[in-house]
């Protein structure tokens, strides 16, 4: 139970669920229930929880911090039954009002509205569904919960918090339920359930399971306000039959230690402590300080919530100090637990500044739960009988009284250290193997790059080598080129002094030609006059050999004339007329020089010939000429012409082509 301004400023975030409504409202002779200002508004209230949730725990527009509080009616046990005929039953149900009536005698009679009424009928796991199962929820969701029963001994309180159900399953009470619920809603991998069990019997815990253990204390967390049991066992559950076989022994614990400490199991509390833990699976929102939100944004949450199931003893002890005129003191000694958890809620719900929670071990424990930040839900469990009528009262009248405390249900998310370190030292692990893995990389990538280094500097040798002899080559380019220039122009001027040379030849041949063809010309012509000539030569030889036969025949005549002219004349004939005169004699002369004349036009011919065999021999020198004229020509050109190209090439080709290059210099040269 905690006093109102016990809200310290911490790191855990403890998340309030919103006041919607009224704390509740006083039915018949109930009492009002007065709506507790201070706690039904948690000054931190930001988030609800989820949808689910809120609608079981706004069933009935229950407020959701308000200690919801049902009745159980439970049956007639064998001494109800053998008063049957002296009392008549001081309780009437009416489940579907949620209302409870108790009369008080024929007249009187008083009706109580709770959240829930559960008759005789009601089914264990009825029972569950409505007093429990949306604390259970809320735990689930990283709430604190309380369910806890509370009633005269021999009410159903045990039956209906901590049945183990070991024959029948759908007997199992609220504490086997509400683990299956747990267990069912929580990974193993993940979420951690653990439990610790105990016993609080005259200011003293024992721990139920682990009796041995003695001095189990409490402690409180100064800044959160936790309540935990130091030295208390606690055992992870692993699954339903697991924490079935704790609660066994915890129950066979809890009969033992009651036999040795000579009372009964009616007159210890029985506290079932279940811690979970989740990680922090929302984060719509939350009331972080911004210092710490960005502080902390990185940090893991974990939802650390506890169940706390108390099954307490016998109320009977309390009503009846007071109504049997018991001594309130050994009321107390024998219960006072009991009797601080009456004051506190008392004192809760009458809105008192004072909350006498560190009166008691029980109220210590339960500071939480009634005043606190956990969800609570109590079920009181009632007989029928008129013969308890006082304690039915009693009882009713506490749970009306509970009915009145809001509670300021906050979150219990806290940062997750554990897991942060965990996760710290993974990412420690992890770092460093990659920073070795790194380094060895590095090394391995220095190796590459020094490797590299050598290659590129002999890379760079090469390169300033190979444009060292570039520009070598091209130097020498430039020189052959000028040289090549140079050749190409001695060439041109060699190829113009061959062409004019050629020239001249062909205008000298042609001339020859002329020449040749006049020569020609002139020796038809003179063939021809020589021909002709000779023809009339011919004529005038026949002629002249025709006169000169005649003149033969004259002259023979002539001499015989003249050798006989004296005979003739002796006998006589004159012959004076027959002798030959000198025109004829010049006549014969003439025809000796015609002879030498034709003899003179055949040398000339043949002079002349030999002249046209001359010519043609000059003719046939100067052909001779133009041809190699014409090859040194050809020559010349494709000697240029392969001087470019190999110019070209060598330019083009550059460093490689050295020797190319150099070829037609060399052949220039
Ligand atoms: P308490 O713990 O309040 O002293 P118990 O739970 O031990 O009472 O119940 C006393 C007896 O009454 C038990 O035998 C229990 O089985 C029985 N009992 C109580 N409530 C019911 C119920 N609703 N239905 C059946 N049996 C019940
Ligand atoms: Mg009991």
Redesign the pocket.
């Given at each position: 139970m905690a006093s109102h301004s016990q809200s310290r400023p911490s790191l855990r975030s403890d998340r309030h669920l919103p006041s919607t409504k009224p704390a509740g409202t006083q039915v018949g002779g109930g009492g009002g229930v007065n709506q507790i200002s201070g706690r039904s508004k948690a000054p931190g209230a930001k988030r609800s929880i989820n949808a689910g949730l809120r609608a079981s725990i706004d069933d009935d527009g229950a407020d959701s911090g308000r200690v919801r509080v049902a009745v159980?009616l439970?049956?007639k046990?064998a001494e109800d039954l053998s008063h049957e005929s002296n009392f008549v039953d001081c309780v009437e149900l009416y489940p579907e009002l949620k209302r409870l009536k108790l009369r008080k005698n024929n007249w009187i009679s008083e009706s109580y509205k709770f959240d829930e009424v559960l008759s005789?009928n009601a089914s264990q796991r009825r029972v569950y569904e409505v007093v429990a199962k949306p604390v259970v929820e809320s735990v689930l969701n990283g709430y604190n919960g309380t369910v806890m029963a509370y009633?005269?001994?021999?009410?159903?309180?045990?039956?209906?918090i901590g049945h183990l159900g070991k024959d029948d399953s759908s007997e199992r009470g609220i504490m086997v339920r509400a683990m299956e619920e747990i267990l069912s809603n929580t990974s193993p991998l993940m979420d951690t359930v653990s439990i610790s069990y105990l016993q609080l019997y005259l200011e003293s815990i024992q721990d139920l399971l682990a009796p041995g253990k003695p001095n189990i204390s409490i402690s409180e967390d100064s800044k959160s306000g936790e309540v935990s049991m130091t030295g208390a066992a606690i055992f992870q559950i692993r699954d339903i039959q697991h924490f079935l076989e704790l609660l066994q022994i915890g129950e066979a614990n809890r009969h033992a230690a009651n036999t040795k400490l000579n009372t009964e199991s009616?007159r210890s509390h029985a506290i079932l402590m279940v811690q979970v833990k989740r990680p922090s699976r929302v984060h719509e929102g939350n009331d972080f300080s911004s210092l710490e939100n960005t502080a902390t944004a990185d940090l893991p949450t974990i939802l650390k919530s506890k169940l706390v199931v108390v099954?307490l003893a016998?109320s009977e002890r309390i009503d009846k100090s007071g109504s049997e005129g018991h001594m309130l003191e050994e009321a107390k000694f024998i219960n006072l637990s009991l009797t601080c958890l009456g004051k506190c809620i008392n004192a809760l719900a009458e809105n008192s500044p004072h909350i006498p929670t560190r009166d008691s071990k029980l109220t210590r424990l339960l500071r939480d739960s009634f005043g606190g930040h956990a969800r609570t839900s109590l079920v009181i469990?009632v007989g029928p009988s008129g013969i308890n009528y006082s304690e039915t009262a009693s009882t009713i009248m506490f749970g009306q009284r509970a009915m009145k405390v809001v509670n300021s249900v906050k979150l219990k998310e806290e940062f997750d250290y554990e897991s942060l370190c965990r996760k710290l030292e993974a990412q420690v692990d992890f770092l460093t193997s990659e920073m070795e893995r790194q380094q060895k990389l590095g090394d391995s990538e220095k190796k590459d790059m020094e490797m590299r280094l050598k290659e590129c500097e002999m890379s760079l040798a090469e390169a300033e080598k190979h444009l060292a002899m570039k520009e070598k080559h091209q130097l020498e380019s430039s020189a052959f080129q000028n040289l090549l220039a140079d050749t190409t122009q001695m060439y041109e001027e060699k190829v113009a002094e061959v062409i004019k040379q050629l020239e001249v030849e062909h205008s000298h041949i042609a001339n020859l030609e002329e020449e040749l063809v006049s020569v020609r010309q002139q020796l038809t012509d003179a063939s021809n006059s020589l021909e002709w000539r000779a023809h009339e030569d011919r004529a005038a030889n026949a002629e002249s050999e025709r006169q000169l036969r005649v003149l033969e025949n004259n002259r023979r005549s002539d001499f015989w004339i003249e050798e006989n002219c004296d005979s003739m004349k002796e006998c006589g004939i004159d012959c004076g007329n027959l002798v030959p005169s000198s025109e004829k004699r010049s006549d014969f002369r003439k025809e000796d020089d015609s002879s030498s004349r034709w003899q003179k036009q055949q040398e000339a011919m043949d002079g002349q010939n030999l002249q046209l065999q001359e010519m043609s021999m000059k003719n046939e020198e100067s052909a001779r000429i133009i041809q190699s004229l014409e090859t040194a020509k050809d020559e010349i050109f494709s000697e240029k012409n392969i001087a470019g190209d190999d110019v070209e090439e060598s330019v083009i080709v550059g460093n490689e082509k050295d020797k190319k290059t150099l070829a037609p210099r060399e052949k220039l040269k």
């Amino acid at each position: 139970m905690a006093s109102h301004s016990q809200s310290r400023p911490s790191l855990r975030s403890d998340r309030h669920l919103p006041s919607t409504k009224p704390a509740g409202t006083q039915v018949g002779g109930g009492g009002g229930v007065n709506q507790i200002s201070g706690r039904s508004k948690a000054p931190g209230a930001k988030r609800s929880i989820n949808a689910g949730l809120r609608a079981s725990i706004d069933d009935d527009g229950a407020d959701s911090g308000r200690v919801r509080v049902a009745v159980r009616l439970c049956p007639k046990n064998a001494e109800d039954l053998s008063h049957e005929s002296n009392f008549v039953d001081c309780v009437e149900l009416y489940p579907e009002l949620k209302r409870l009536k108790l009369r008080k005698n024929n007249w009187i009679s008083e009706s109580y509205k709770f959240d829930e009424v559960l008759s005789e009928n009601a089914s264990q796991r009825r029972v569950y569904e409505v007093v429990a199962k949306p604390v259970v929820e809320s735990v689930l969701n990283g709430y604190n919960g309380t369910v806890m029963a509370y009633g005269q001994t021999g009410t159903g309180k045990t039956y209906t918090i901590g049945h183990l159900g070991k024959d029948d399953s759908s007997e199992r009470g609220i504490m086997v339920r509400a683990m299956e619920e747990i267990l069912s809603n929580t990974s193993p991998l993940m979420d951690t359930v653990s439990i610790s069990y105990l016993q609080l019997y005259l200011e003293s815990i024992q721990d139920l399971l682990a009796p041995g253990k003695p001095n189990i204390s409490i402690s409180e967390d100064s800044k959160s306000g936790e309540v935990s049991m130091t030295g208390a066992a606690i055992f992870q559950i692993r699954d339903i039959q697991h924490f079935l076989e704790l609660l066994q022994i915890g129950e066979a614990n809890r009969h033992a230690a009651n036999t040795k400490l000579n009372t009964e199991s009616s007159r210890s509390h029985a506290i079932l402590m279940v811690q979970v833990k989740r990680p922090s699976r929302v984060h719509e929102g939350n009331d972080f300080s911004s210092l710490e939100n960005t502080a902390t944004a990185d940090l893991p949450t974990i939802l650390k919530s506890k169940l706390v199931v108390v099954d307490l003893a016998g109320s009977e002890r309390i009503d009846k100090s007071g109504s049997e005129g018991h001594m309130l003191e050994e009321a107390k000694f024998i219960n006072l637990s009991l009797t601080c958890l009456g004051k506190c809620i008392n004192a809760l719900a009458e809105n008192s500044p004072h909350i006498p929670t560190r009166d008691s071990k029980l109220t210590r424990l339960l500071r939480d739960s009634f005043g606190g930040h956990a969800r609570t839900s109590l079920v009181i469990t009632v007989g029928p009988s008129g013969i308890n009528y006082s304690e039915t009262a009693s009882t009713i009248m506490f749970g009306q009284r509970a009915m009145k405390v809001v509670n300021s249900v906050k979150l219990k998310e806290e940062f997750d250290y554990e897991s942060l370190c965990r996760k710290l030292e993974a990412q420690v692990d992890f770092l460093t193997s990659e920073m070795e893995r790194q380094q060895k990389l590095g090394d391995s990538e220095k190796k590459d790059m020094e490797m590299r280094l050598k290659e590129c500097e002999m890379s760079l040798a090469e390169a300033e080598k190979h444009l060292a002899m570039k520009e070598k080559h091209q130097l020498e380019s430039s020189a052959f080129q000028n040289l090549l220039a140079d050749t190409t122009q001695m060439y041109e001027e060699k190829v113009a002094e061959v062409i004019k040379q050629l020239e001249v030849e062909h205008s000298h041949i042609a001339n020859l030609e002329e020449e040749l063809v006049s020569v020609r010309q002139q020796l038809t012509d003179a063939s021809n006059s020589l021909e002709w000539r000779a023809h009339e030569d011919r004529a005038a030889n026949a002629e002249s050999e025709r006169q000169l036969r005649v003149l033969e025949n004259n002259r023979r005549s002539d001499f015989w004339i003249e050798e006989n002219c004296d005979s003739m004349k002796e006998c006589g004939i004159d012959c004076g007329n027959l002798v030959p005169s000198s025109e004829k004699r010049s006549d014969f002369r003439k025809e000796d020089d015609s002879s030498s004349r034709w003899q003179k036009q055949q040398e000339a011919m043949d002079g002349q010939n030999l002249q046209l065999q001359e010519m043609s021999m000059k003719n046939e020198e100067s052909a001779r000429i133009i041809q190699s004229l014409e090859t040194a020509k050809d020559e010349i050109f494709s000697e240029k012409n392969i001087a470019g190209d190999d110019v070209e090439e060598s330019v083009i080709v550059g460093n490689e082509k050295d020797k190319k290059t150099l070829a037609p210099r060399e052949k220039l040269k």
